[in-house]
């Protein structure tokens, strides 16, 4: 009777600390808005990262979930579009970092207004969602600190037609372009 104690209390420890374990480093977020869209669509569920930023910084492309600076209860998903230091502007139907146009095969539409040149402070990041025109982001005077990011989309989990990792095109496209 006593091992057939023991064995239920261990294996509850061992439960209890694999559960915290988890808590820590992994949440998971249902997408509410149309403002990431084609890329996440309203309802699908993620996997949030929460340690990844601990080993090393936001990059641009990355899809985060954050609090609002100004109500820690609201959560937001969107894109790093600029990091601290640069240059942002939306012109022409593009968006411009560092004076250099993105190639964004994932947004729904072009934006169809314009945000002139701002660079982006220490420790902010400049935060864009898919649908570019449909969307409350940086775009409309805001820049997302560091310390507000809760973590990075990592795995789609629902729906399962939508199974996988979460890409970073913007990330490939940036790591190709410093190689030529």
């Known amino acids: 009777m006593r091992t057939l104690l023991r064995d239920i ?7 209890l600390i694999i559960f915290f374990l988890l808590r820590a480093t992994i949440q ?10 084609p890329t996440l669509q309203i309802g699908q569920r993620l996997l949030i990262n929460k ?3 601990k080993f090393h910084e ?9 609090n609002l600076p100004d109500n820690p209860k609201a959560t937001l998903i969107k894109r790093i579009i600029g990091l601290p230091g640069d240059t942002v502007e ?4 593009a968006v411009y970092v560092n004076g250099s146009p993105l190639d964004e095969p994932y947004i729904k539409d072009p934006p169809t207004y314009i945000f002139h040149e701002y660079e982006i402070p220490e ?13 409350g982001d940086s775009h409309t005077g805001w820049t997302m600190p560091r310390q507000s990011i809760i973590g990075k989309a990592w795995i789609t989990i629902w729906p399962p037609g939508r199974w996988g990792l979460v890409a970073n095109p913007l990330q ?8 030529e």
């Open 58 to 66: 936001p990059e641009a492309g990355d899809i985060v979930t954050f």
């Open 123 to 135: 420790n902010n990041y400049f935060v864009l969602g898919d649908n570019r025109n449909n969307s």
């Open 51 to 53: 340690v990844s930023y």
């Open 90 to 93: 939306v012109k022409m139907g």
């Open 28 to 37: 998971t977020s249902v997408v509410i808005t149309g403002s990431m869209e």
């Open 172 to 179: 490939e496209q940036l790591a190709s372009a410093t190689s």
């Open 9 to 15: 209390l261990v294996t509850l420890v061992v439960a």
